[in-house]
DNA sequence: ATGGTTGGACCCCAA
């Protein structure tokens, strides 16, 4: 069975309907996972969702903030929302998408513009969820479950996974303790990093431009902020990966693009 | 060096 994944930081659920209509029909995927709905789950737009070709939808929300998502064309089990951290935020959820094959997305905390915890709590919070990932990606292992790990991790790991890497070095997304961090997860598993095991390191990646850029084409000022890992065991599985950078300029875009993914489950 | 934009809620916050 060869399963079409996209991963997609919608930037609230409720307004980029239409969008995620064109996205359906543009590359048909079998799964959506989305992240920052920005709604509670009474406000959800599930009828919309599911007349895109959607029957199973599961999603965990909140108002105004975090929020995430899973639409799936076919059945799907085991639900559960993680409370990363021992934080309340809606920032996870997973599906089983076979037997012994786990979906969870994503999203971590942004962290705000001071990279450092004692000035800005919200730095020091997304460190400490990305350590919680760790444990939690430890006791994964243990139980030698395979697993899909996707979502907006809202870091850019290496040098060309941002526009400079010189300029952004001490900007949160970019910084030395979030990128250490972020490389300790990907170890405790040996995770594989899908858009550098089918693109080159050397090579210019983004999944994300700001919205205050007047042309962010032009200025390309990007940065790899979303990402789709999975156990080693699953790389052979891998058939594609894609940036779906087009949609950046869609009408009242998202300032991210959905990155997707082809495997054979 | 600075400011630029968007979304959701409310008159500002987080991204």
């Avoid at 000035?119 to 460190?127: D, E, S, V, W």
């Avoid at 032009?218 to 789709?228: E, M, N």
Wanted: hydrophobic share 35%; glycine share 4%; net charge neutral.
């Amino acid at each position: 069975m060869s399963l079409r994944i996209v991963s997609w930081n919608v930037n609230s659920v409720r307004i980029r309907i239409a969008l995620l209509r064109k996205l359906v029909e543009q590359s048909q995927p079998d799964v959506i996972c989305l992240q920052e709905t920005k709604t509670n789950d009474d406000s959800f737009p599930l009828a919309d969702l599911q007349s895109l070709g959607f029957p199973y939808i599961v999603f965990s929300g909140q108002k105004s903030y975090n929020g995430v998502a899973i639409l799936s064309k076919q059945p799907i089990s085991r639900v559960n929302c993680l409370k990363v951290a021992n934080s309340e935020d809606k920032r996870h959820i997973s599906v089983e998408l076979k037997d012994g094959i786990s979906l969870h997305n994503f999203y971590v905390p942004a962290g705000g513009d001071i990279p450092d915890p004692e000035q800005n709590p919200a730095y020091g919070f997304k460190l400490r969820f990305v350590e919680a990932m760790t444990e939690w990606s430890d006791e994964l292992k243990k139980s030698k479950e395979n697993a899909i790990i996707l979502g907006d991790f809202n870091i850019a790991p290496l040098p060309h996974d941002v526009w400079s890497h010189k300029q952004l070095i001490n900007v949160v997304s970019h910084t030395e303790p979030e990128i250490t961090r972020l490389n300790k997860l990907k170890d405790s598993y040996n995770w594989c990093d899908v858009a550098r095991h089918f693109v080159d390191s050397e090579q210019k990646l983004y999944s994300w431009w700001s919205y205050r850029n007047r042309d962010w084409r032009k200025s390309d000022r990007g940065r790899r902020l979303d990402h789709i890992w999975t156990t080693p065991d699953l790389k052979p599985a891998l058939k594609n990966f894609s940036i779906l950078k087009d949609a950046r300029d869609w009408t009242s875009p998202s300032d991210h693009v959905p990155i997707m993914i082809d495997i054979d489950l």
